[in-house]
């Protein structure tokens, strides 16, 4: 099913990547999502080969490993990733949310010593924000970092962390001052295998099983003082930088997911027979894939339109916040209406119709609930 307008963000080098990110993911992912959703992980050597074939931080420069490619390769795919319905591997945690940090805000020393690893996928990157009393509102964290001497001692835990199971490194958001409030936050690399460092199982999610999601608890974790990253209490405002594009991930993802979603159910209901014909011959089933089709094809153009505003590096905030709510809430009733013209099959897992639904509803969740970005909207009126 193609969508009646012809989208023009993508080059043909953009789409002769796209040929080689389809065929990785087709061969090397797709056969093996059975088995990771049933063990709550992706294997590690997968990492390795999608390093290999150059799909990992391919927005970082050259010089650590990467393509120094535009964020339009990220966006690729992650589209194709959406394609296969494959919540797991975790490669945009990894590539577009933990390599910028460390890329923007990182000491050369810092850069030299992760990036060009995790450019091979020798080393798994995540994140460390959510706290089991914290989730949207990083200011009621309660992890905390000491100085001491030439090091920084950590305490806490942190929850709903995407690679959390295999991770070698997380960015980690901490208190420095606990009475600065937001200027007290601060950022850290902890690497995974350091004393006091801990994981827990990945947690069993209703949906998106193949993609690791754990725990993590740092009990008195001694770091270097040379593992701060940028600033002492800047923290806060790093995050608020990154999260627009992170946001604008998860719109894009959702809006892929319902194209393959209404793909899975246009080939359904031709095949599908009820009272003498197909299911699609029923004016409803008609009228309903068309409303989803036409509401899928318009949030598609305003997420490329984003996507342009990220290649100029104009992409705000507002702007990302709008295309995650819309985006995310939209992919939700577009898979509700595929799996009731799926109709029973729709509720078997055995049917990718089945998880897809069940994946995509954390869309809504993270990266800043739904309502959080209602409330972002709602402060520039």
């Not at 589209?79 to 577009?96: K, L, T, V, W, Y």
């Not at 990154?242 to 031709?270: C, D, F, H, N, P």
């Not at 897992?349 to 909207?377: F, S």
């Amino acid at each position: 099913m193609s969508m009646p307008i012809q989208r023009t963000i993508f080059s043909e080098e953009h789409e002769l990547f796209r040929s080689s990110v389809r065929r990785f993911m087709e061969e090397e992912i797709a056969p093996h999502m059975d088995r990771w959703r049933q063990q709550g992980y992706v294997d590690r050597e997968l990492w390795r080969r999608a390093g290999e074939t150059g799909l990992l931080c391919v927005t970082m420069p050259e010089e650590y490993g990467g393509a120094g490619a535009d964020r339009k390769y990220s966006a690729i795919l992650i589209e194709e990733q959406a394609r296969i319905n494959a919540a797991g591997p975790g490669f945009p945690m990894h590539s577009d949310i933990v390599a910028p940090y460390i890329l923007r805000f990182g000491s050369p020393e810092q850069k030299a010593q992760w990036l060009p690893k995790m450019a091979r996928g020798e080393a798994i990157g995540s994140i460390g924000m959510t706290e089991p009393g914290a989730g949207s509102d990083l200011k009621k964290i309660k992890t905390t970092a000491q100085r001491v001497g030439d090091e920084w001692v950590i305490n806490g835990s942190k929850i709903f962390i995407t690679n959390g199971f295999i991770t070698d490194l997380i960015v980690l958001v901490a208190k420095t001052d606990p009475t600065l409030g937001s200027k007290g936050i601060s950022l850290f690399l902890v690497e995974a295998d350091r004393a006091g460092f801990s994981k827990g199982q990945p947690l069993n999610k209703v949906g998106q099983q193949a993609q690791d999601t754990a725990e993590i608890f740092l009990s008195n974790v001694r770091v270097p003082a040379t593992n701060l990253l940028g600033q002492e209490g800047k923290g806060f405002g790093y995050l608020m930088e990154e999260l627009a594009w992170e946001r604008l991930m998860i719109a894009i993802r959702s809006v892929a997911g319902a194209v393959e979603a209404i793909e899975q159910t246009v080939a359904y209901t031709k095949e599908r027979q009820a009272f003498g014909q197909s299911v699609i011959e029923f004016q409803n089933s008609r009228f309903k894939l068309a409303e989803c089709k036409t509401k899928t094809q318009i949030a598609r153009v305003y997420v490329d339109y984003c996507l342009d505003l990220v290649s100029r590096g104009e992409l705000d905030p507002e702007a990302a916040a709008m295309a995650k709510w819309w985006c995310t809430e939209l992919q939700n009733r577009v898979l509700d209406e595929c799996v009731q013209l799926h109709g029973g099959y729709g509720y078997i897992l055995d049917y990718p119709i089945a998880r897809a639904w069940t994946d995509a509803r954390a869309q809504m969740i993270y990266g800043g609930t739904n309502e959080i970005m209602k409330e972002i909207i709602g402060r520039k009126l």
